[in-house]
Nanobody, 128 residues
Framework: QLQLVESGGGLVQPGGSLTLSCVYSGFTLDYYSIAWFRQAPGKEREGVSC????????KYADSVKGRFAISRENARSTVYLQMNSLQPEDTATYYC?????????????????????WGQGTPVTVSS
């Protein structure tokens, strides 16, 4: 059974950093693009970042460009989201999602309907 499990969320002060991990099982990550989404209370789920199957292509939401970095280690079955300079508006539950992908992240990466598999989410709270 295909499964994605996120971890690394928690409480952090504004300006702080967190690294989220998404560990997969049940399939070969090499064939899947992986994205991070987030959903704040009362808001729609939004795409944060996406990485291609080989890791050479990445895309970010404008709101996190320059602050967040996505990476992957296929040998460890893990995708990471390094989050720096966190702000209260980054508070949300963060989800990783997988879709069969290619060498380039498509322009539609931010559409949640594109993804076949989802993790259960890890909460991130940015507050002083």
């Amino acid at each position: 059974q295909l499964q994605l499990v996120e971890s690394g969320g928690g409480l952090v002060q504004p300006g702080g950093s967190l690294t989220l991990s998404c560990v997969y099982s049940g399939f070969t990550l090499d064939y899947y693009s992986i994205a991070w989404f987030r959903q704040a209370p009362g808001k729609e789920r939004e795409g944060v970042s996406c990485i291609s199957i080989g890791g050479t292509s990445t895309k970010y939401a404008d709101s996190v460009k320059g602050r967040f970095a996505i990476s992957r280690e296929n040998a460890r079955s893990t995708v990471y989201l390094q989050m720096n300079s966190l702000q209260p508006e980054d508070t949300a539950t963060y989800y990783c999602a997988a879709v069969i992908g290619g060498d380039t992240v498509p322009d539609t990466w931010w559409l949640s309907s594109e993804y076949h598999y989802w993790g259960q989410g890890t909460p991130v709270t940015v507050s002083s």
